[in-house]
């Protein structure tokens, strides 16, 4: 086996889809979950920072039973490993990316060999080489996204020179740019 295939295999979304294999719905019900930084506390009760959400409230946007929800609730409580995550688990913060252009920002996205290192850093430099300011980078695990992209919110407009610089860089595979 490959060093990369191992480190896919311990890949923490490798490890909750193991915990839930033969259980879709609680699957389903777990990612979205760790999508919308949503915890467990020590009651099964679920929270998104201080506010509880209601059972039924995440069944409705998985298109699952409340029921099934307080399961999942339960099954990660009492498994250690699982509750070590979710009991831990914050929301990241609110996206920009559909209010950029109220706000005088503009948005990259960006195609890139998600497990690629240096995607971030080589994108980053471009941009800081042309002045520049990144306001915000949104990166989905590949794991649970397998058409993972990286998005990076900027202040005022992309230089046409940085957009040539970015599309230059071998690890990028294609990029948007949105105003």
Known sequence: MSRRAK???????????????????????????????????EGSKLFVGG?????????????????????TAEQIRKDP?????????????????????????SAIVIDADPRAAGVIS????????????VRQALAADPDM??????TLIVEGQVPGDAIVELNSLEMVRSFTVMK
């Not at 490798?14 to 930084?37: C, D, H, T, W």
């Not at 409230?57 to 699952?64: C, K, S, Y």
């Not at 490993?81 to 920002?105: C, E």
């Open 7 to 41: 480190k896919q295999d311990v890949g923490m979304w490798s490890m909750v889809k193991r915990q839930f294999s033969r259980q879709k719905a609680r699957l389903m019900i777990a990612r979205r979950m760790l999508e919308y930084g949503i915890r467990v506390s």
């Open 51 to 71: 506010m509880e959400v209601d059972y039924a409230a995440l069944a409705r946007d998985v298109g699952a039973d409340r029921r099934v929800v307080k399961q």
């Open 81 to 105: 490993f699982l509750f070590s995550i979710f009991s831990q688990i914050v929301p990241f913060g609110a996206s920009l990316l559909p209010v950029v252009s109220k706000v005088g920002y």
């Open 122 to 133: 080589a994108t980053t430099a471009v941009l800081a080489k042309h002045n520049v300011i």
């Open 145 to 150: 996204f397998p058409d993972a992209k990286l």
